[in-house]
């Protein structure tokens, strides 16, 4: 069993910062890739940013120069620090993470709960 609970969610006004985790546990041998994903009403969901294992970083365009990517190997977490925040970031933010739970296993996706964030104008 593997859960992904994400937290720091909220609203805020525009121009305002949010800083949200997601922390993996369970039965995890090792983690591969970590990202975030954002579904707005109405729309699909989509990649917000992903890191890889080594730290390799790949931002959406909407959100580049805003938004940082980062993860803690020894915790199993990701984080998303969200600055400059603006209304149309509005949406239910995933986490998404590429693990295997054992050696003899193809990595799986895996998908947070989501967080809601609601940026106001």
């Known amino acids: 069993q593997v859960q992904l609970v994400e937290s720091g969610g909220g609203l805020v006004q525009a121009g305002g910062s949010l800083r949200l985790s997601c922390a993996a546990s369970g039965s995890i041998f090792s983690i591969n890739g970590m990202g975030w994903y954002r579904q707005a009403p109405g729309k699909q969901r989509e990649l917000v940013a992903a890191?890889?294992?080594?730290?390799?970083?790949n931002y959406a365009d909407s959100v580049k120069g805003r938004f940082t990517i980062s993860r803690d190997n020894a915790k199993n977490t990701v984080y998303l620090q969200m600055n400059s925040l603006k209304p149309e970031d509005t949406a239910v933010y995933y986490c998404n993470v590429v693990l295997t739970t054992s050696p003899d296993i193809l990595p799986k996706n895996y998908w947070g709960q989501g967080t809601r964030v609601t940026v106001s104008s």
């Open positions: 890191i890889t294992r080594g730290g390799s970083t």
